[in-house]
């Protein structure tokens, strides 16, 4: 018997499966609809966690889903030991890198026209006028 509150919906989705529907022993039925608890829970800690450090994952296993080759975690324990054992993506941590240091290049350049210096572009550098264009 289960032990988890409110899967009323999760047991209404499992029946809907074609899985389910296929499948005739009434007891496997009943375990495809206790695990739909885990199933739940085990994507929901993979799309909660953090997508700077494990987005890859959630593509890669979407990816694999869409060629038909289901990889997706059933358990929060199965979730876990592979976001454990995933190198963490420099992508997102560079981008940010990235994002602030052009912040700051913009900051630097909107404090000298504040400052009243003016620009100009290095051909016109010793003249007394500064092209704007």
């Avoid at 739909?36 to 296993?61: E, H, P």
């Avoid at 994002?99 to 550098?125: C, H, R, V, W, Y």
Wanted: glycine share 4%; with cysteine.
């Amino acid at each position: 018997m289960k032990s988890h509150v409110g899967t009323d919906i999760l047991d209404k989705f499992a029946e809907n499966t074609r899985e389910y529907q296929d499948e005739t022993d009434q007891l496997l039925q009943q375990n495809m609809k206790d695990g739909a608890f885990n199933k739940w829970m085990a994507y929901l800690l993979i799309r909660n966690s953090d997508q700077a450090k494990y987005g890859t994952v959630m593509k890669r296993l979407v990816l694999q889903f869409s060629m038909q080759n289901n990889q997706y975690p059933k358990s929060i324990t199965a979730v876990t030991d592979i976001l454990s054992n995933h190198r963490f993506n420099n992508s997102g941590i560079l981008n940010k890198k990235k994002l602030s240091k052009s912040k700051k290049n913009e900051d630097e350049t909107s404090k000298d026209k504040e400052d009243g210096s003016k620009e100009t572009i290095f051909a016109q550098a010793g003249k007394d006028k500064a092209c704007y264009c």
